[in-house]
């Protein structure tokens, strides 16, 4: 019936369509101007909050790889760590807020451009209050301080005063020490946490490279800071007052033993321009923490884990919001990736006999007077100095490898620790930093022997029992090379000349030789060439052969050469490492291993990788050889003429051999070695292998500037043999202190200069 009606009387329609058109009419400037209050009423007030919270991605570091020794025993592991950052993001928005502030006061946009960059380098100098605007009348005033307020900024960034000419209007200044400025945010930061310069410059480079996305991500200030600076940091975070300041806990690596292992363990530290460059496709980033040496470095791929990410609510100053807004936007659209930790690595290091030998090295200072304690290092006497090394003779495996002096890891972690950095300094004529057992190659004296004597034996010049009569010297044409013992040994053959260390047998046998065959020897057994240990910086040391001599001599090649090596002085020069290597190839009858630091991976599912035992050389000699040559070395420890008969261990024989190699000529008279300055003391070697009737381990010793190789060396080596055996009965249920025994004397007992 309606539709009949407004069919006949089409007033009504129009009635009806003008109803209609007046609703959306109504409706339009309801929503218009809704709009206008949202868009331009509150439209700073919306933009405001808009900025004020969001979602920032924060890294969860991952926990890098645990190292322990042979035994399961953590070496190396991480503890928590709190660690500063900045985010470029987050820093005050200065000349935002300076054009919020001057709306209204009649300041134009260029004038605010000019007070902003003024203000920024005010800040960093300390300099004056800036003016913002003068003749302000109370209206103005409580509208400036209406937006101070929503800023969020401290009543003294905006000082107001009184004009003094006109006390009924005011002047706004902006105090470059309290607004919050990029520049003011830094200095507090490096006034707090105590960057140097170096650091600070580093700092504001990397601030300023940070453009678009990447002023989001972190970038790492220092780690690992004491608790009184982050107690304080966390303080004025939480006031507000270092935006774009985050603390963070990290993991920093933690060495449990502090120096001891110290170069073989090595340290981590940040990553390098020159690093991040190489790695960024591996997933390194700025401030990312990488191994600098030793294992932390060969092993850096093994040990580093994977980060984790999560997203966090923030607000416009870069801190951590909470409440329930916050816990509900993280719960539905927030992100979790837990990191993945690094693989742990199980060294072939036998802790036990690395503190045994750390521990005999340090024993070794100049003696005071009774009652007094050890003397500080100084330049003139710096301490002992050295390396110790010890290896399975049948797999090359490292069982103990030091360095001395040492340094403590835990120092160089976040803050370089005065003290320690003191102690190094004091010590700098020793080179603390050197890792000795790879790295430093000295003349190997008389521990040398046994590569001529085995050279002699395959080239058929003399026999076995061939006796050379040792007068007390050697003539070379008009040359007179003296034998250590100046009355002369008689009439000795091999293995009494290996265990008396006759000077005149093997100058015999080195100018029968000539020089190239005591180097193809000493190179078979891994002289003269790097061993192929995982470890970086590894020195090849010397072996020199006569054409060596004519590239790198005026002089070109005497047979004289030939003579000076045959007891291991002239240009022969070794690494602790690679004396082992030989002596272990001596032991096992000619096999040269690879040294290996590394006995397996294991990953965080508990997968793991052997790391297995590598030979790389092999030096056939006729039958007998190597057994003649290891019962010469037997002798020096075990008969009462040998030169380390002192040093022997009651119950177990040990085959060894000492080394005394000459660093300065010092005229005729021999000299003790406290009578000589330090730098001008003879290196003490000893290079052993125990036991002596089936050989299991290598051990060599270098005490640097110690002196004799008997008395300063071998009870190094005899401590470490005593601990391994003992530890070896311990393991078959043996009772580990009844059958060795040191065999310590007095020290007038000593011969002067042992070889």
């Not at 200065?94 to 006061?105: D, H, S």
């Amino acid at each position: 019936m309606n539709q009949t009606q407004e069919t006949k009387d089409p007033s009504i329609a129009a009635t009806r369509l003008k109803v209609m058109g007046v609703f959306a009419l109504l409706a339009f400037v309801v929503i218009a101007s809704r709009l206008w209050g949202v868009q331009i009423r509150q439209g700073d007030e919306f933009q405001e909050k808009s900025r004020s919270n969001f979602f920032q991605w924060r890294r969860l570091e991952h926990a890098r790889g645990e190292i322990l020794d042979r035994e399961g025993r953590v070496l190396v592991t991480n503890r928590p760590s709190v660690d500063v950052y900045v985010i470029p993001a987050f820093f005050p928005p200065a000349r935002r807020m300076v054009r919020t502030l001057a709306r209204g006061l009649g300041v134009n946009g260029k004038a605010i451009d000019g007070l902003v960059d003024t203000l920024a380098k005010t800040a960093a100098e300390r300099g004056p209050a800036l003016l913002l605007a003068r003749g302000l009348d109370e209206d103005q005033v409580q509208r400036l301080r209406a937006r101070q307020k929503e800023l969020e900024l401290p009543l003294e960034a905006v000082p107001i005063l009184a004009m003094p000419d006109d006390p009924e209007h005011f002047a706004a200044y902006l105090d470059p020490d309290a607004f919050p400025t990029t520049p003011l945010v830094l200095r507090r930061l490096r006034e707090v946490v105590g960057l140097d310069d170096e650091n600070f410059v580093l700092l504001e480079r990397r601030i300023r490279k940070a453009t678009g996305l990447a002023r989001y991500q972190e970038i790492l200030v220092r780690r690992d800071v004491p608790p009184e600076v982050e107690g304080r940091l966390g303080q004025e975070i939480e006031l507000g007052e270092l935006p774009g300041v985050v603390l963070e806990v990290g993991n920093a690596r933690h060495y449990r033993y502090e120096d001891l292992g110290a170069h073989l363990f090595g340290y981590v530290s940040e990553i390098s321009p020159k690093e991040l460059d190489d790695g960024r496709e591996d997933g390194y980033r700025l401030g990312d923490q990488v191994g600098k040496a030793g294992v932390e470095r060969t092993f850096e791929d093994e040990l580093r884990g994977i980060d984790g990410r999560e997203t966090i609510v923030v607000d416009s100053k870069g801190r951590s919001q909470g409440g329930a807004l916050a816990s509900v936007l993280q719960q539905n659209v927030g992100v979790k990736e837990p990191p993945r930790p690094g693989n742990r690595l199980v060294l072939t290091l036998d802790l036990d006999l690395q503190q045994v030998a750390e521990d005999a090295f340090a024993a070794q200072r100049p003696k005071l007077k009774p009652g007094e304690a050890h003397a500080a290092a100084t330049e003139a006497e710096p301490g002992p100095a050295g390396a110790v090394v010890v290896l399975e003779v049948d797999t090359g495996r490292v069982l103990v490898m030091t360095s001395t002096p040492s340094f403590n890891p835990n120092r160089l972690v976040g803050y370089v620790d005065p003290a320690e950095k003191a102690r190094l300094d004091a010590m700098n004529a020793a080179r603390p930093w050197r890792f000795r057992a790879i790295q430093d190659f000295f003349a190997p004296g008389s521990t040398f022997k046994v590569i001529t004597a085995l050279a002699a034996i395959q080239q058929k010049v003399t026999t076995p029992t061939e006796h050379v009569n040792c007068p007390g010297a050697y003539r070379l044409g008009s040359t007179r090379f003296r034998c250590w013992k100046e009355a002369g040994h008689g009439p000795v053959d091999l293995t009494m000349a290996l265990a008396k260390s006759c000077d005149v047998y093997f100058y015999t046998m080195g100018a029968r030789l000539g020089l190239n065959p005591i180097a193809e020897v000493g190179q078979a057994l891994g002289l003269g060439h790097t061993t192929g240990v995982a470890l970086a910086h590894e020195s090849p040391g010397i072996m020199p052969d006569e054409n060596w001599y004519r590239r790198n001599l005026p002089e070109g090649y005497t047979l004289g050469a030939a003579v000076n090596a045959s007891i291991g002085q002239g240009a022969v020069s070794t690494t602790p490492i690679q004396l082992a290597v030989s002596y272990a190839a001596i032991a096992n009858g000619g096999t040269v291993y690879e040294p290996k630091v590394a006995l397996r991976t294991i990953a965080a599912d508990g997968t793991a990788h052997e790391v297995a035992p590598k030979v790389v050389g092999r030096l056939e000699l006729p039958e007998g050889s190597y057994e003649k040559v290891r019962e010469g070395l037997r002798q020096v420890v075990n008969e009462p003429f040998g030169t380390a008969y002192k040093r022997r261990l009651e119950g177990l024989q040990v085959a060894g051999k000492t080394g005394t190699a000459q660093v300065a000529k010092l005229g005729a008279s021999r000299l003790k070695p406290e009578q000589v300055p330090w730098k001008l003391r003879d290196n003490a070697w000893f290079a052993a292998i125990a036991p002596a009737e089936k050989p299991e381990i290598a051990v060599v010793v270098l005490n640097e500037h110690g002196g004799g190789g008997s008395s300063a060396a071998a009870p190094i080596a005899m401590a470490v043999v005593k601990a391994w055996h003992e530890k070896k009965q311990i393991r078959a249920g043996l009772d580990p202190n009844t059958p060795v025994q040191l065999a310590i004397l007095t020290d007038e007992e000593e011969s002067p200069w042992p070889q």
